[in-house]
């Protein structure tokens, strides 16, 4: 019997997959068949083939090759007919796999029927992961790809089962991942539809981005063919130190090759720095290759190789590998088109950008570039995380920075935010500390509600405001980050429970709806109104907003009463459903903020009316039943509840963007000066009509009892004693605001606030003003002006004024004819001259005269 020492032995020794041979005098360590994976039996690495490919090749070529050449050439078609010269000559190549993408995978494989072949010839895999959209998140984003997909997946699930191809189902993983995991292998071809393919370089395999019609021809046994690629080789010296990864070597290649340098090549990574770096980062640094132009990167094999396939349980393929190693790496001389050198030891971290990623600049020299660029040197908002920056590495570094900081006393003077890349790293820096570094710091560790609203917010105004490019919403939520940045600086607070029912598979109950709150004065936000009516119907609910700029929402709220009748004026489509029947049975508030300062009010406005899209449309609080903007976030038809509303909110204008910070503070004193004395006339005819009102006592005594005894009660009756006297003397109400805006008319008119030129008319007010700009009246008294027309009824005083604003519209030539010597006031304007017979007639004639010179 074997002693328990041997037994151990005998169990650590390296096991190959398949059936198990047995050494002959003619073996070699290459005679053995070992799978190319685990998940496929019957395909084995063809390293015994490539070598006797190769030896064919190095015979023809004498002189040394290097890596990327030794896979290309092991994997030729015909070795000994080949017309081999690098950038001219055109490969005929075997790949060993193929793998697609599912967006991509359904033409290849109708393309592939029509082979007529019972299998694909060459292992083929099919990986369904770019037709899931990052909406929310987790699972329900993955449903939501099968529902909408399902039949894409069906086709792809029973073609790949018909034809002997791999199938990867919705929710497996990452393309790139799965093959760096489960097919990549030292010295193979692979060519996969996908940009980013070359992501297996960093297992040492040459994966090569196509196209579907290029897949297909390797799936059905003809050879691909490929433009042999130059060889741009890096060369790795010293040992990574400090701040860098090994993210800074692929930027500090893009900066040196630039987007365009690697076009048609092959960068191929070798020297002693190599064998320093992780199998996963050499496969982002391949990864990233793509942004040079680069045809794929790759690496030799070396012992982190060997570690990464042990422990992803491919031990075999590793010691495989080391068997073949003479031929997985560079020979000794091979000449590359272009060398680069770098020394990992010198080697500082990088920033790219901006604008272009092979901008590349050393942190030690980023201030003089700001300076010398004139970038901007104040930091607005700062994001620590996203899909390569949030690992646990990249957040202890941060928090080793702010930690540091902090212990000198500095916080952050700009808002950051933190963004773990998923659940298990934020509790990991949660429970080491991290997070709290980060925090004290200044920052804001986004909570996944948070960050999922942003998400809502921005995917809406993506998927609804495509035509509309100039739009001031673009420019306030300019992207994810910075709309999670206003969700800060204002103070956002949802209602209770309303963060877990977007998260919710179920969708929102009308009985959730009725629990809604109400907020206090001084706040502006969006709000949810039920209606329901009696009998067999179907509730409905309304979202809109308020923006009151001193009441806000509480203001929009109280024109809605409960019941038939509102107490105010309502919209358009809950008027409508109030004529149907309808009654409103509750109102309640979403979300909310305080109400801003003037000079942050329109960008508060745009903020408000995005998030009042958003409710709309994953509610689905619209009157058509379709799901063509796909921003419901739950089925149409599991909803218990109809919409009312009919327009994007963020179709409506925002004003106050073209106006300066003194021009808003100016207006919001000015409405502030109105309020107050239409304030007073109020009181000057409340106490005409109340003589008791003249009594200070009496005032307070009365308001102090009836509103501490009941408030409710009291806050009723003000409300039916405005509505009755609207009703029993609307001549009174009227008179009061006649006199008020006759002051403010007159003022106006004083200082020639709205006066229009051409037409000699003064305005007082500028709703007004604007109405007549609009008008034909106005329309034509300028035309008239421009052509020349005498116009009666013109004051001395108007037409002098008008000679200067033409003096001035000839001085800058906006809307200018040079033929006649005219300018014009407007573009239309302009238009209509050139249509006209006198600048018909005087262009003709310059254009005579212009020949008779030549």
Known sequence: ???????????????????????????????????????????????????????????????????????????????????????????????????????????????????????????????????????????????????????????????????????????????????????????????????????????????????????????????WELKAPKVIGVKLTGQLSGWTSPKDIILKVAGILTVKGGTGAIVEYHGPGVNGLSC????????????????????????????????????????????????????????????????????????????????????????????????????????????????????????????????????????????????????????????????????MV??????????????????????????????????????????????????????????????????????LPLVGKKRWGVYLLVLEKWGAYRPKIYVGSGTEARQGIRSRLSEYGLGDEPSGGVAMDVRKALDDGYKITHKGVLCSIPAPEPALRPTMKALILALEAVFTFAFWAMHWLTDTLSLCLWELDELEYDGTCTHNPMMEGVQGFEMTLEELEAQAAEAARNRAEYQHEYMKEYRKSNPLANDPQYHSEYYRQTKDADPVAFNAKQAAVAAATRKRDPEMVRARYRRHYAKSDARNRAAKKYFCIPCDHNYGQKNHFDEHLRGSSHALKVANHAQGIAVTHVSPGAKRRHDDFLAKSKASKKFYCECCDLACGKKNDLAKHMKTARHIKVAEAAMLAAQQSD
């Open 1 to 223: 019997m074997l002693s328990a020492s041997a037994r151990t032995a005998a169990r650590q020794m390296p096991r190959t997959l398949g059936r198990r041979t047995f050494a002959t005098p003619s073996s070699t360590p290459l005679d053995q068949k070992v799978e190319m994976t685990n998940w496929e039996k019957g395909h084995y690495i063809p390293y015994a083939k490539m070598n006797e490919t190769l030896n064919i090749v190095r015979k023809r070529l004498n002189k040394p090759l290097t890596y990327a050449e030794k896979i290309l050439y092991s994997h030729l078609d015909d070795p000994h007919g080949q017309d081999i010269e690098r950038g001219k000559s055109y490969l005929k190549l075997r790949p060993d796999r193929v793998a697609c993408q599912d967006a991509t995978a359904q033409m290849a494989i109708l393309q592939f029927m029509s082979a007529g072949m019972p299998s694909v010839a060459t292992p083929t895999t099919v990986h369904c992961d770019h037709l899931i959209e990052a909406q929310i998140g987790g699972e329900k984003d993955l449903q939501r790809a099968k529902d909408i997909n399902k039949e894409v997946y069906d086709f792809l699930s029973s073609s790949c089962a018909k034809y002997n191809i791999g199938f990867w189902r919705p929710g497996s993983g990452i393309i790139h991942q799965i093959i760096l995991e489960n097919y990549a292998f030292p010295g193979a071809l692979l060519i996969g539809t996908d940009s980013h393919t070359p992501n297996a370089g960093g297992l040492g395999m040459a994966a090569i981005g196509v196209g579907g019609a290029d897949a297909v021809d390797v799936m059905a046994n003809l050879p």
């Open 446 to 515: 986004l909570a996944n509600a948070c960050g999922l609203v942003a998400l809502l917010t921005f995917t809406t105004l993506c998927m609804t405001m495509k035509k509309r490019l100039t739009s001031v919403f673009w420019k306030v939520l300019s992207s994810q980050v910075v709309i999670e940045a206003l969700f800060t600086s204002a103070s956002l607070v949802f209602a209770p429970g309303l963060l877990d029912v977007l998260q919710s598979a179920t969708p929102p109950t009308i009985a959730w709806f009725k629990t």
């Open 280 to 443: 996963t980062g050499m496969g982002t640094i391949c990864n990233m290759g793509a942004e040079i132009g680069a045809t794929t990167s790759l690496f030799p094999f070396n012992d982190r190789m060997y570690d990464y396939l042990a422990a992803t349980n491919r031990t075999a393929i590793g010691d495989y590998a080391r068997s073949f190693a003479s031929s997985l790496r560079e020979d000794e001389g091979a000449e590359y088109d272009e060398l680069i050198e770098i020394n990992l030891s010198e080697l500082e971290p990088h920033i790219n950008g901006p604008f272009t990623p092979d901008l590349a600049t050393p942190i030690s020299k980023f201030k003089e570039a700001v300076k010398e660029n004139k970038w901007p040197e104040e930091l607005k908002v700062g994001l620590i995380g996203s899909c390569t920056n949030s690992s646990y590495e990249d957040m202890s570094r941060a928090a080793s920075i702010a930690q540091d900081a902090l212990d000198h006393g500095v916080k952050a003077k700009a808002a950051f935010t933190v963004t773990p890349g998923s659940e298990q790293i934020r509790a990991t820096i949660e429970r080491d500390g991290q997070m709290k570094t980060l925090e004290d710091f200044g920052g």
